[in-house]
């Protein structure tokens, strides 16, 4: 069963934007954090934001912080990661994660529900 679903991916310049969603379409998840991580080639998957249920709470990793919005929409069951001023070491494939936590978390175990992924490609 599919819980995420991405898009939103694609090829851009350097300091061009993208806006990626992720969609949980069946409303299966009840209520849960939503993170985002990304994997570039050869490296480890990384945190990047997360945002809580409410949405009034965000962390976002320090690469990102003042580039990168992320936001949700619960009444669309969609989140969104918007990458702004981009630059080639953002080049990864952006995953959305889901957790049932009560509180923001930036730990690749505690997600139990992933995205397919989508690929962001910078070019300078």
């Known amino acids: 069963q599919v819980y995420l679903v991405e898009s939103g991916g694609g090829e851009v310049q350097a300091g061009d934007s993208l806006r990626l969603s992720c969609e949980n379409p069946?409303?299966?998840?009840?209520?849960?954090?939503m993170g985002w991580f990304r994997q570039a080639p050869g490296k480890e998957k990384e945190f990047v934001a997360v945002?809580?249920?409410?949405?009034?709470?965000?962390d976002m990793d320090d690469s990102v912080r003042g580039r990168f919005i992320v936001s949700r929409d619960n009444t669309k069951n969609t989140g969104y990661l918007q990458l702004n001023n981009l630059v080639p070491e953002d080049t990864a494939v952006y995953y959305c994660?889901?957790?049932?936590?009560?509180?923001?978390?930036?730990?690749?175990?505690?997600?139990?529900?992933w995205g397919q992924g989508t690929r962001v490609t910078v070019s300078s």
């Open positions: 945002i809580s249920w409410s949405g009034t709470s965000t």
């Open positions: 069946r409303r299966t998840l009840g209520r849960f954090v």
């Open positions: 994660a889901a957790a049932t936590y009560n509180s923001l978390t930036r730990a690749l175990e505690t997600y139990n529900y």
